[in-house]
């Protein structure tokens, strides 16, 4: 079981930018495809953007799609989202998620709607308009 310790977030204007990391310990990181998914008070946790486990295959939600990138270091154990160009409507709750499997598989439950097996506890993104 991968244990896994967001940070990164914090205040930022419209228009700015953060980068959040997610630390990744406790098992192989090497072989887990690793996502981000974000909450807003009051609504469901919703996919942001995801990464194979070698780090050459992505997905991102609709919304996030130009301005937001994944990227992970295996050799840190670590997965990254640089988000760009924020807007109010970014404001949540962010989770790092990991998910074994084949990449086909982990795209299609995330399309279904499906959660990654292991979460963060999260780290708050707020942007102010």
């Known amino acids: 079981q991968v244990q896994l310790v967001e940070s990164g977030g914090g205040l930022v204007q419209d228009g700015g930018s953060l980068r959040l990391s997610c630390a990744a310990s406790?098992?192989?990181?090497?072989?887990?495809?690793m996502g981000w998914f974000r909450q807003a008070p009051g609504k469901e946790r919703e996919f942001v953007a995801a990464i194979d486990w070698g780090g050459s295959r992505t997905y991102y939600a609709e919304p996030v799609k130009g301005r937001f990138t994944i990227f992970r270091d295996n050799a840190k154990n670590t997965v990254y989202l640089q988000m760009n160009s924020l807007k109010p409507e970014d404001t949540a709750l962010y989770f790092c998620?990991?998910?074994?499997?084949?990449?086909?598989?982990?795209?299609?439950?995330?399309?279904?709607?499906?959660?990654?097996?292991?979460w963060g506890r999260g780290t708050q993104v707020t942007v102010s308009s």
């Open positions: 998620g990991a998910e074994i499997g084949v990449w086909g598989t982990v795209v299609a439950s995330i399309r279904h709607g499906q959660g990654f097996g292991s």
């Open positions: 406790g098992r192989t990181f090497n072989g887990y495809a």
